[in-house]
């Protein structure tokens, strides 16, 4: 019997916030949403991911670990200004340096990167 786990955008910002990243973790990056993330035969997201800047990485804002059900995904380039189009790697203002997003599994390949505001 296989057990299937769905996650609501609610739940996977939670898990974002609680899990972080040890400084020896491996960081996957991607610079496009369309090719760097994972994707079913039929051009939907294979799972769910939690995203945030690259930026972030060495800052003391949490990024989740990688499991089985959601996966960590750091981004720079086109892939950030597609999801954070409107964040400012300089920025002044500590919350505005910690950011992350979750991207639906199932989305479509053509607007996954699109998150919702939440």
């Not at 989305?107 to 998150?115: C, E, K, M, P, Q």
């Amino acid at each position: 019997m296989k057990l299937k786990l769905s996650l609501s955008l609610p739940s996977c910002l939670i898990l974002s916030l609680l899990a972080k990243t040890r400084a020896d973790d491996v960081v996957t990056t991607a610079s496009s949403i369309e090719n760097d993330l994972e994707y079913d035969e039929n051009g939907k997201l294979a799972s769910y991911y939690i995203v945030y800047p690259a930026s972030n990485i060495g800052r003391d804002c949490a990024a989740p670990k990688v499991d089985h059900q959601v996966q960590s995904m750091a981004l720079e380039g086109d892939a950030l200004k597609t999801v954070f189009p409107d964040f400012q790697e300089d920025s002044e203002e500590e919350d505005a340096r910690c950011v992350a997003a979750c991207l639906e599994r199932g989305a479509d390949r053509s607007i996954a990167g699109y998150a919702m505001p939440h």
